[in-house]
T-cell receptor, first 110, second 113 residues
Framework: DGGITQSPKYLFRKEGQNVTLSCEQNLNHDAMYWYRQDPGQGLRLIYYSQIVNDFQKGDIAEGYSVSREKKESFPLTVTSAQKNPTAFYLC?????????FGPGTRLTVT | QKEVEQNSGPLSVPEGAIASLNCTYSDRGSQSFFWYRQYSGKSPELIMFIYSNGDKEDGRFTAQLNKASQYVSLLIRDSQPSDSATYLC?????????????FGQGTILTVHP
């Protein structure tokens, strides 16, 4: 069953803690992306990666970090430096320009 | 700042009618255009993409692209209550912006029985 998985579905953390969101794909896509979505808003790009061991900042990278050690995996760390981390986080992968999304992780920081 | 604009709605149509969703974009060099459907609490699902001027049909969905006027639209024929969702327009600039999409804020569509 091909697809993109994100875990966990819901995540709760205290302010000041770093947290890592998982994203795995078995679609053999080269490119992977992280977005955040706030209520009533569109998607904003955090980081993207075109190939293994390479990634670029998106529009709102401050307070986030990523790694791409394997083609299948693109984890996102939300650091304590991110001022408003509570949001819906979406991972995507693409073939050509067509991006396909995982189910998302809803992060709540209190 | 490259922008993608959508009317946030909500757009309300009766069951069986045609729903028309519109999107304009600012980057004249944009090359490819996408429509995603997002149900409440779920992730976006790709439903249509279009690269060339004109119409592209897939079942009840038709995407229309007019690059000269910088707009792309999505028509949903015979609308069903299950089509009620937020529809996101996304645009790819092409060139060196590999894979990067710019999203509009989305239009909320409600189809009432």
């Amino acid at each position: 069953d091909g697809g993109i998985t994100q875990s966990p579905k819901y995540l709760f953390r205290k302010e000041g803690q770093n947290v890592t969101l998982s994203c795995e794909q078995n679609l053999n896509h080269d490119a992977m992306y992280w977005y955040r979505q706030d209520p009533g808003q569109g998607l904003r790009l955090i980081y993207y990666s075109q190939i293994v061991n390479d990634f670029q900042k998106g529009d709102i990278a401050e307070g986030y970090s990523v790694s791409r050690e394997k083609k299948e995996s693109f984890p996102l760390t939300v650091t304590s430096a991110q001022k408003n981390p509570t949001a819906f986080y979406l991972c995507a992968s693409s073939i050509r320009d067509e991006q396909y999304f995982g189910p998302g992780t809803r992060l709540t920081v209190t | 700042q490259k922008e993608v604009e959508q009317n946030s709605g909500p757009l309300s149509v009766p069951e069986g009618a045609i729903a028309s969703l519109n999107c304009t974009y600012s980057d004249r060099g944009s090359q490819s255009f996408f429509w995603y459907r997002q149900y409440s609490g779920k992730s976006p699902e790709l439903i249509m993409f279009i690269y060339s001027n004109g119409d592209k049909e897939d079942g009840r969905f038709t995407a229309q692209l007019n690059k000269a006027s910088q707009y792309v639209s999505l028509l949903i024929r015979d609308s069903q209550p299950s089509d009620s969702a937020t529809y996101l327009c996304a645009v790819h600039a092409g060139g060196t912006s590999y894979g990067k999409l710019t999203f509009g804020q989305g239009t909320i569509l409600t189809v009432h029985p």
